[in-house]
C-alpha cells in the first residue's frame, strides 16, 4: 500500500467510528424517549398530577 491509501483508510475508519458513537447515542436517545412514553402509557413509575385540572388529586372528605 502506498502512504495516500494508508492515510485515506485511516480516516475513513476514523469517520466510520464517529459515526457509529452519533449513532449509539441516537439510540439511546429514542430508547429513553420510548421508555418513558410506555411509563406513561402504563403508569407506571412516579405518578404526576401535572397534567390534570385544578382540584384533582386533593384530598377527598367522606365522612357522612
Excluded at 491509501?5 to 469517520?15: D, P, R
Excluded at 452519533?22 to 397534567?51: E, H, R, Y
Aim: no cysteine; glycine share 10%.
Amino acid at each position: 500500500m502506498d502512504m495516500m491509501s494508508m492515510v485515506t483508510s485511516i480516516l475513513a475508519a476514523q469517520a466510520g467510528n464517529t459515526q457509529q458513537q452519533v449513532a449509539t447515542t441516537l439510540l439511546k436517545s429514542n430508547l429513553d424517549a420510548q421508555n418513558s412514553v410506555v411509563q406513561a402509557l402504563l403508569g407506571t413509575g412516579t405518578p404526576s398530577l401535572a397534567n390534570v385540572a385544578a382540584g384533582i388529586g386533593g384530598n377527598i372528605n367522606v365522612t357522612a
